[in-house]
């Protein structure tokens, strides 16, 4: 396992971010914190207070923390790409992309998952079993350790890759399988 700053775009498998998905996401809470912001701006000019001008501040970093999450989901490069040999996961950052670039002996499963959350609410991942050795670069990787100890908690893997459209994962499953060696297993749990 090694760290990797962005995953190539030429590998014979690359799932892309989904920019649209991303900007759609984060739009509402955009507009409201923009919009609040405007208001206490108008509430600073009207009545030079500061509790209007704290508000309009709050709000204005709540702008920028959206537009910064809007970016680390769509522009930092594509989620996932592998070829015969390596296999690249996005892992994570926010000021920067943080990724990994693992051999395929390093991965000893590759699952497709459907998680159930809170009120019924469903999503597909694909998940990535490591060998010890792995997880234990990965965990020894302080920028990497703290995320994929969220994920496995979570999810059962410290790597995962959420679906993006319908049949992404899907696709990707099976290129994968193809790329694989022999020894890497592949299953879907639901």
Not at 111 to 120: V, Y
């Amino acid at each position: 396992m090694q760290r990797a700053d962005r995953l190539p775009g030429d590998a014979k498998l690359v799932v892309a971010a989904d920019a649209r998905r991303a900007v759609r996401e984060h739009a509402s809470t955009v507009a409201i914190f923009f919009g609040t912001t405007v208001v206490a701006g108008l509430g600073v000019a009207t009545t030079r207070s500061v509790v209007w001008l704290v508000l309009g501040l709050l709000c204005l970093a709540g702008v920028v923390l959206e537009l910064l999450l809007i970016r680390a989901q769509a522009a930092f490069g594509p989620l996932l790409a592998a070829d015969d040999e390596h296999v690249w996961v996005r892992a994570g950052g926010f000021a920067r992309p943080r990724s990994v670039r693992l051999d395929w002996p390093e991965i000893t499963a590759v699952t497709l998952h459907l998680w159930h959350g809170r009120r019924g609410t469903t999503a597909r991942y694909l998940a990535f079993d490591l060998t010890d050795e792995a997880t234990a670069a990965l965990d020894a990787d302080p920028r990497l350790a703290r995320r994929a100890r969220h994920l496995t908690a979570t999810f059962g893997s410290p790597l995962a890759v959420a679906e993006q459209k319908e049949r992404v994962l899907d696709d990707a499953l099976r290129v994968l399988r193809e790329l694989a060696p022999e020894n890497v297993r592949f299953t879907q749990k639901t």
